[in-house]
């Protein structure tokens, strides 16, 4: 499976940017797919996770309310639709996916940056 993001950018603080996660190969085999971020010298972290099948999501406290992880099975991409964007929101976003045989597969990564 092979993973690529677009939409990164620079915005600023209570901007809005939409990110895109295109899914090649055995899509078939996929379970979940979703976004984490990585800021300089922490962790990477879940920001927002869709079930493949039935579109249940899942987002990090500090996410919820202002972004939204959608999905189309048809085209095999997923959206994270980011609005009233923080400073701290800064960081590089990576496309996660999980298989049924719970494989991870992760995309390059794309810059999101937000200027106060």
């Known amino acids: 499976v092979q993973l690529v993001e677009s939409g990164g950018g620079l915005v600023q603080a209570g901007g809005s940017l939409r990110l895109s996660c295109a899914a090649s190969g055995s899509t078939f085999s996929l379970k979940t797919m979703g976004w984490y971020r990585q800021a300089p010298g922490k962790q990477r972290d879940l920001v927002a996770a869709?079930?493949?099948?039935?579109?249940?999501?899942n987002y990090a406290d500090s996410v919820k309310g202002r972004f939204t992880i959608s999905r189309d099975n048809a085209k095999n991409t997923i959206d994270l639709q980011m609005n009233s964007l923080k400073p701290e929101d800064t960081a590089l976003y990576y496309c996660?996916?999980?298989?049924?045989?719970?494989?991870?597969?992760w995309g390059q990564g794309t810059q999101v940056t937000v200027s106060s």
């Open positions: 869709i079930t493949t099948e039935s579109g249940i999501t």
């Open positions: 996660h996916a999980m298989s049924i045989i719970h494989m991870n597969y």
